[in-house]
């Protein structure tokens, strides 16, 4: 009985050493698979200002991702092309980022570079001029990268999971909008200046006299570059007409610099607005309504410059 016992757990004692003996990962020859690499957007370019495009670039910083961690880029060819819509130019060669320019530092583990190239370069090498692009266009910069052991690769010969993944992030294209910032809100002094209104409709346009000033409110909405004005006739309704400012869904617009009106006061009638010229400091346009009533105002600011790009 003793024997049995013995023997028992002897065979008890071999099976719990064999089940904790660690797996052993079989011999895989890694070193005889190909192998690929990617470049991890790790900051993408920022959009164009078409307000400051001659300070705008192209600017990416890249993280070299290939086995061993290795700096594994002989060069990055950059293509760019530009798109309106649905038409797009011919692609050209932007230029080319030596893979030198990817070195490890203390922010990660992997080489970083950054690829760079100013927008008037793009606008050159496409054969266009800064009077060519208009808000809303686009520039698509594409990625060709070259690796030291000759292998390409770019936006087609890549993955879904590669060009959009949460992790590898890395598209090899990017397309960057021309946009148009508008930040005219804010409270102005405006003057209101050559006064007009229907006197056959009971409106007293010489009881305004030369000019009529106040605050005009103007107060961005959900729209870029649409703006809630708090008095769509700078004074005339007051002045000319007794009543109260005209309001409703008139809204000042500003497109890519370009001002203008639009929208119906709380009667109903229609708004547009003419630029006349402005400085730094105040801004002169013509406004008018579809019932008569006119002027020339000035908003002026207490702070901060109008856009230089005003029109």
Not at 107 to 120: A, E, H, I, L
Not at 252 to 265: H, L, N, Q, R, V
Not at 286 to 296: L, R, S
């Amino acid at each position: 009985m003793k024997k049995i016992k013995l023997i028992y757990s002897l065979m008890i004692a071999m099976f719990v050493a064999s089940s904790c003996t660690d797996f052993v990962e079989p011999a895989i020859p890694y070193n005889g698979f190909e192998t690929g690499t990617y470049l991890k957007t790790i900051t993408a370019p920022a959009p164009i200002n078409f307000f400051d495009m001659d300070n705008a670039k192209f600017s990416a910083l890249l993280e070299c991702h290939a086995i061993d961690k290795i700096n594994n880029v002989k060069s990055v060819d950059v293509f760019v092309k530009h798109r309106r819509g649905a038409t797009l130019s011919s692609e050209v060669l932007l230029g080319t980022v030596d893979g030198g320019a990817f070195t490890t530092t203390g922010d990660s583990k992997w080489p970083r570079g950054t690829v760079s190239f100013p927008f008037t370069a793009a606008l050159s090498k496409l054969g266009f001029s800064k009077t060519n692009i208009k808000g809303g266009d686009f520039l698509e910069y594409r990625l060709v990268l070259t690796t030291n052991d000759g292998k390409t690769f770019t936006n087609s010969n890549l993955t879904a999971d590669v060009s959009g993944g949460e992790y590898y992030a890395s598209p090899f294209f990017y397309r960057v909008a021309v946009v148009c910032p508008s930040d005219l809100a804010g409270t102005y002094d405006y003057t209101t200046t050559n006064i007009e209104g229907s006197v056959a409709d009971g409106a007293n346009p010489a009881a305004c006299g030369a000019s009529v000033s106040g605050k005009l409110v103007m107060t961005a909405t959900s729209v870029t570059g649409e703006y809630i004005i708090s008095d769509g006739t700078f004074g005339q309704y007051g002045c000319a007409w007794g009543d109260n400012p005209a309001t409703g869904t008139i809204r000042f617009t500003d497109s890519c610099g370009k001002i203008g009106m639009k929208g119906a006061d709380q009667y109903g009638l229609a708004y547009s607005l003419s630029y006349i010229s402005h400085t730094a400091t105040e801004l002169t346009f013509k406004w008018q309504n579809n019932y008569g009533d006119a002027g020339v105002t000035t908003l002026k600011r207490s702070s901060g410059s109008w856009p230089a790009g005003l029109n």
